[in-house]
């Protein structure tokens, strides 16, 4: 059975820094794409990152880039999302999803950027 | 970046109905196109993948088609389970971008 555990979330000041983690099981992880999605409050789902199986290219939207950073371990089975400068509106619950076309989701960790 | 718009934002049925849910892109998204389902306090579960193709484990009541920019999601007989929130999703370029969502209510 794909698991997909994220960890890391919580209450963040505007401008600081906060690290998600997403520890996967039940599928061989080096073998897939991986990708972080979120989900403001009471709003739509928007695409946050991707990364290649073996972790060497990255994707971004324009809301993003430059502030996050997705990287993974393939060897501890964990997918990375660093968010810096962090801003009011990425307050959202963000989950970990498996390939770019999402089959599979954690059950999602709640950020919350606010002084 | 590719805009999906979703259609309609809102449905009230009744248990038994046929209902359908839209998405049209901004371009030509090559049958790249998937549909989620969401209850309140859960993650979103994929129902059908690449158009018209459906997960593992989801009822065949589910369908979905559509080709260029038009797409559909179709629930042949809704059963109470069903009332929830759907959304729509292009992975044909990056940034994938997501329909707003339809919220399916019980008349």
């Known amino acids: 059975e794909v698991q997909l555990v994220e960890t890391g979330g919580g209450l963040v000041q505007p401008g600081r820094s906060l690290k998600l983690s997403c520890v996967a099981s039940?599928?061989?992880?080096?073998?897939?794409?991986m990708s972080w999605t979120r989900q403001a409050p009471g709003k739509g789902l928007e695409w946050v990152a991707s990364i290649t199986n073996s972790g060497g290219s990255t994707y971004y939207p324009d809301s993003v880039k430059g502030r996050f950073t997705i990287s993974r371990d393939n060897a501890q089975n964990t997918l990375y999302l660093q968010m810096n400068s962090l801003r009011s509106e990425d307050t959202a619950t963000y989950y970990c999803?498996?390939?770019?076309?999402?089959?599979?989701w954690g059950q999602g960790v709640m950020v919350t950027v606010s002084s | 970046d590719i805009q999906m718009t979703q259609s309609p934002s809102f449905l009230s049925a009744s248990v038994g109905d046929r209902v359908t849910i839209n998405c049209k892109a901004s371009q030509n998204i090559n049958k790249y196109l998937n549909w989620y389902q969401q209850k309140l306090g859960e993650a979103p579960k994929r129902l059908i993948y690449n158009t018209n193709n459906l997960q593992t484990g989801i009822p065949s009541r589910f369908s979905g088609s559509g080709s260029g920019t038009d797409y559909t999601l179709t629930i042949s007989s809704l059963q109470p389970e069903d009332f929830a929130t759907y959304f729509c999703l292009q992975h044909n370029s990056f940034p994938n971008t997501f329909g707003a969502g339809t919220k399916l209510e019980l008349k």
């Open positions: 039940g599928f061989t992880f080096n073998n897939y794409w």
């Open positions: 999803t498996r390939l770019a076309s999402a089959d599979y």
